[in-house]
């Protein structure tokens, strides 16, 4: 198992893909994105990768710019944040049970790693969830996120359908729920809605009061 790296070259097309972005903007972080939150919490969030704009701006998951709006107001609302609002990596927010990660931790061009890039992240996915206690979830945002957890656990897809509000019984004594990614389209199209995205919530948060 490889450790996390801010120079992970894993991903060939990645790496050249960074290396242009942090000429164009030397501000921006454009580099993997670490995971962020604590190591064993009961709620793992797992997002597709950082936003242009966003994660590899700031070097945080889902934080600077749209996509982390909706995300850090729900976790602020069901207990799992102390702040709603996620600024920079500076800030003074802190999770509580829950870390946030991405299927791909590093910009893909265009918002679209490639199946083969999935495969070469998997192992820090992989890494984060056998350290997961029992009784934990797994949330995943959009079906990228949900296959690259059935990946991590070597679970076959055709088994566990992706469907937004689905829940899933995994091995380990985990469960795997399923939402819309709460980008701007999605949430902007309203095929995602703030009431949605907190039921999803609610449901987790009912689980984790069971365990």
Known sequence: MPEFSLECRLCPRLARHLERVREAQPAY???P??????????????????GMHGANRTGRPFTGDHA?????????????????????????????????????????????PTPREVARCNPYLEDEIAALPAGAAVLALGVVAHGAVLMAMGLRR??????????????WGLALYDSYHCSRYNTQTRRLTKEMFSRVFADIRGYLGQR
């Open 158 to 171: 055709s088994a566990f359908a992706f469907g937004h509000g689905a829940r899933h019984e995994l091995p």
């Open 33 to 50: 994105v670490a995971p962020f939150g604590p190591a064993r919490p009961r709620l793992l969030v797992v997002g597709l990768a950082p």
């Open 68 to 112: 982390g709006i909706l995300l850090y107001e729900t976790l602020h609302r069901f207990g799992f944040a102390n702040r709603a609002v996620s600024t920079s990596a500076g800030d003074a927010l802190r999770l509580t049970g829950c870390r946030i990660t991405n299927a791909v931790k590093c910009l893909p061009p265009a918002n679209k």
């Open 29 to 31: 972080h454009a580099r």
